[in-house]
């Protein structure tokens, strides 16, 4: 059976959470959340949440590991998923490299998928959400270091497909239907 890999790429409050939510509605497969090993070594590390601690930990990982350190600590938990399914969704591709390193485990096809919304919704979306809310200068600030060190650019422009997220969730949905037809087929 084919295995997909489904990485989905943006930056901060284009969407990817809300994209992943729809997927896995539709396709009842499992989620790999990069932040969230960032979030867990923050916390076993007794960083304070936040973006300044969040940004502390994902340069130490790469400092010490390399731009695929996200990935290669996430591939026990991916090779786990495929166990069940033959789709698995990553939330949260940064680099590069890490999706490189991805595409060199072989086993497995990876799709990337980029989601995008103008900055000011973004920035409006994040000043909302309930945990680890954003300033406009803090999401400019977080925008400016995710595409200079961390390479967050270059996976979002070499994307497979690209959705635009700049409306409402069943908009967003329509858009991701096709992608999730031919995941399905």
Do not use: C
């Amino acid at each position: 059976m084919k295995k997909t890999l489904l990485g989905l790429v943006g930056l901060a409050g284009s969407g990817k959470s809300t994209a992943i939510e729809i997927i896995q509605s539709e396709l009842v497969v499992q989620s790999i959340y990069f932040g969230g090993i960032v979030l867990a070594e923050a916390a076993r590390q007794g960083l304070p949440p936040g973006q300044v601690s969040e940004k502390q930990v994902r340069e130490e990982l790469r400092a010490k590991d390399g731009m695929s350190a996200i990935a290669k600590l996430a591939l026990s938990d991916i090779q786990e998923a495929f166990d069940e399914s033959s789709v698995v969704l990553v939330d949260g591709i940064y680099s590069w490299a890490e999706v490189e390193f991805l595409k060199e485990q072989g086993d497995f096809e990876l799709i990337l998928i980029a989601v995008h919304a103008d900055r000011h919704l973004r920035e409006e979306r994040l000043g909302k959400r309930p945990l680890r809310p954003l300033t406009p200068d803090g999401v400019w600030s977080r925008d400016l270091n995710e595409v200079g060190a961390l390479d967050k650019a270059t996976p979002i422009a070499l994307a497979d497909h690209h959705i635009t997220n700049n409306a409402d969730t069943e908009e967003l949905r329509l858009q991701l239907q096709s992608l999730i037809d031919k995941v399905r087929a």
